[in-house]
């Protein structure tokens, strides 16, 4: 049977780009598999052990695991057929992540982009890393070891498939490897995870500057929207988005990323595919136009799941509640994976 899991950071609200990359897929993976009739296991993590490789204020921390908790739910995660769960209540994913530690070649997190570019903003390389200490004292072991406990969390499940974003696929593709390795070192323990990535969402860009992706990080809030932003915030972000001076409206990501961009996203909002959509703008010449169509496209979609949203933030009980029932499943299957992991090793 399909073992899914994904990992969301509570790092900020999720915006367009979780939702598009990654949360609409968690959500149709919750369907019986069309052929079979199988229901797939779902584990949907909120990993808040990812999140403080970065400094984190503990209340907020807190606060954000629940508003995270009610996005996910409001998205249409149902915890009547995912476990919907944080990281840290199941203790295995650090303990997981440690065997891998010792296995792991130091070499393979040199690679990852997401390292490199931190490393980079501090203004070093990854050589220096190890040894210049005004460079690393900023940067925590937690951040360069963060792709190993990600490859713990799917591998705890015997994850089959991961629905991630298009910049979660090298993180992935090192869970495959350390996976394989386990399995030649010790004895075999884990299948090879696959991802399931959106063909037309997989990277959804930054409003302000459509060459870098929409993130939580980026400094301004005018370069993402959040899911909880209202109708006019999103009128507003949308009316500043960068596009071009070329009449009409075309899908070249290449020469008009900020159209493309946006046809993308109209595309996404109204489940139709990118060629459609300018089909169904051919008719538009002003950039104003388009614009207001894109934007009342978004307010339609996310209008219902904001409702949502807001009627579950106000209800902590229950939120705390699924939680909880998440927790408890996800840590009987976790258990059963490092009692097989703690025999392969020569712990037990
Ligand atoms: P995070 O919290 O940064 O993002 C959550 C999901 O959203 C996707 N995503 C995007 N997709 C398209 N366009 C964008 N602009 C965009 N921005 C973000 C991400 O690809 C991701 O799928 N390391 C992970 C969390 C994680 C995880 C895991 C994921 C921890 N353990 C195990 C899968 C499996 C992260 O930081 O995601």
Redesign the pocket.
């Known amino acids: 049977a399909r073992r899914v899991?994904?990992?969301?950071?509570p790092t900020g609200t999720p915006h367009l780009?979780?939702y598009?990359?990654?949360l609409v897929n968690w959500t149709r993976l919750q369907e019986a598999d069309a052929t079979t009739g199988e229901l797939p296991l779902n584990y949907y993590s909120i990993?808040d052990l990812?999140a403080i490789t970065m400094p984190q204020e503990p209340a907020s921390l807190r606060q954000a695991k629940l508003d995270v908790a009610a996005t996910l739910l409001a998205c249409g995660i149902d915890p009547k057929r995912s476990i919907l769960f944080e990281q840290s209540r199941v203790r295995c994913h650090a303990e997981l992540a440690w065997i891998f530690n010792c296995i792991t070649p130091v070499g393979w997190l040199g690679r990852m982009t997401q390292w490199k570019s931190k490393m980079e903003k501090m203004g070093g390389s990854h050589a220096q890393s190890l040894t210049d200490e005004s460079l690393t004292s900023g940067l925590k072991m937690g951040l360069f070891d963060y792709p190993v406990l990600?490859a713990a969390?799917?591998l705890l499940y015997k994850g089959t498939h991961?629905p991630?974003?298009?910049?979660?696929m090298q993180?992935l593709e090192l869970a495959r490897n350390i996976a394989a390795l386990f399995n030649k070192t010790f004895e075999y323990t884990f299948p090879k995870p696959e991802a399931i990535v959106p063909p037309a969402?997989?990277?959804?860009m930054s409003l302000r500057d459509p060459a870098s992706?929409?993130?939580k990080s980026d400094p301004s809030d005018y370069s993402r929207l959040n899911l909880v932003d209202s109708p006019d915030v999103i009128r507003s972000k949308i009316a500043k988005a960068t596009t071009d001076g070329i009449r009409g409206v075309s899908y070249d990501p290449v020469e008009r990323p900020g159209v493309s961009n946006l046809l993308g996203i109209y595309a996404a909002m109204r489940d139709i595919d990118v060629h459609e959509a300018v089909k169904e703008c051919s008719d538009i010449t002003s950039t104003k136009a388009f614009k207001d169509r894109v934007t009342e496209s978004i307010i339609a979609r996310l209008q219902p799941i904001q409702s949502e949203l807001f009627r579950l933030q106000a209800d902590k009980g229950y939120l705390v509640c699924v939680l909880d029932d998440g927790a408890l499943r996800a840590d009987q299957a976790a258990k059963d994976t490092m009692e097989q992991v703690y025999k392969a090793v020569g712990l037990r």
């Open positions: 899991f994904s990992g969301i950071q780009g979780n598009l990359g990654a990993v990812h990600q969390d799917i991961v991630v974003g298009q910049d979660q993180h969402t997989k990277r959804v992706k929409m993130s």
